[in-house]
């Protein structure tokens, strides 16, 4: 099956510092990748939709200059948190649609990455 | 636009019994209902997913979910759960994006 994988899995910052989330489609192309924020047993906020070679697409509310957001190829996206303060640690999931997908084709989720800004 | 409600913060049940999950749909459209589980600190993983055709579909660990028109329901299904199944659930619907519902936990009690 189409496998997702993000790096790191678990980061620790200090307020101020910007952190860099990698989010890899590891067997498939993917044309469109997603970034979620999840708080604790709550459901994914969806933050941006990132298409290869394009700028991202924000979702109402979520800072583009904060959450930067490159999807250079169409096997990588990265999810940029700049100048990280507290209220940024979150869980934070990336998802890849296949390039042959079309509408309702699934994403493939990746492990997800745990921040934490001290 | 689609969205997707799962009526229940939390379903309990024994290890052996039945589990439904709730889901329910808005659509304007055909619906393109999913459902996923959550492990602690895990990403999603997929279970099933409904396009057309048969209103009963099967999916991953003995899941299945039903597709119901007339009430707008696509709830998630198993016959005899088991303790590792303890998880959270989403539904989801598919326009392009995906809309989740806001999660049910499970838990199964041995």
């Known amino acids: 099956g189409a496998v997702v994988s993000q790096h790191p899995s678990r980061v620790i910052c200090k307020s101020g510092t910007s952190v860099k989330i990698e989010c890899r489609s590891l067997?498939?192309?993917?044309?469109?990748m997603f970034w979620y924020r999840q708080f604790p047993k709550k459901s994914l906020m969806l933050m941006a939709t990132?298409?290869?070679?394009?700028?991202?697409?924000?979702e109402q509310g979520v800072e583009k200059d904060k959450f930067l957001i490159n999807h250079a190829s169409l096997t990588l996206s990265t999810l940029t948190v700049t100048s990280a303060h507290p209220e940024d640690s979150s869980f934070y999931i990336c998802s890849a649609r296949d390039l042959s997908g079309s509408l309702y084709n699934e994403q493939f989720f990746g492990p997800g990455t745990r921040l934490t800004v001290l | 636009a689609q969205s997707v409600a799962q009526p229940e913060d939390q379903v309990n049940v024994a290890e052996g019994n039945p589990l439904t999950v709730k889901c329910t749909y808005s659509v304007s459209g055909n619906p393109y209902l999913f459902w996923y589980v959550q492990y602690p600190n895990r990403g999603l993983q997929f279970l099933l997913k409904?396009?057309?055709?048969?209103?009963l579909v099967k999916g991953s660990y003995g899941f299945e979910a039903e597709f119901n028109k007339s009430q707008t329901s696509f709830h998630l299904k198993k016959p005899s759960a088991l303790v590792s199944d303890s998880a959270l659930y989403f539904c989801a619907s598919n326009d392009y994006k995906l809309s989740f519902g806001a999660g049910t936990t499970v838990t199964v009690r041995a």
């Open positions: 409904y396009i057309t055709g048969d209103n």
């Open positions: 990132s298409n290869e070679g394009s700028k991202a697409t924000y």
């Open positions: 067997d498939f192309q993917a044309t469109t």
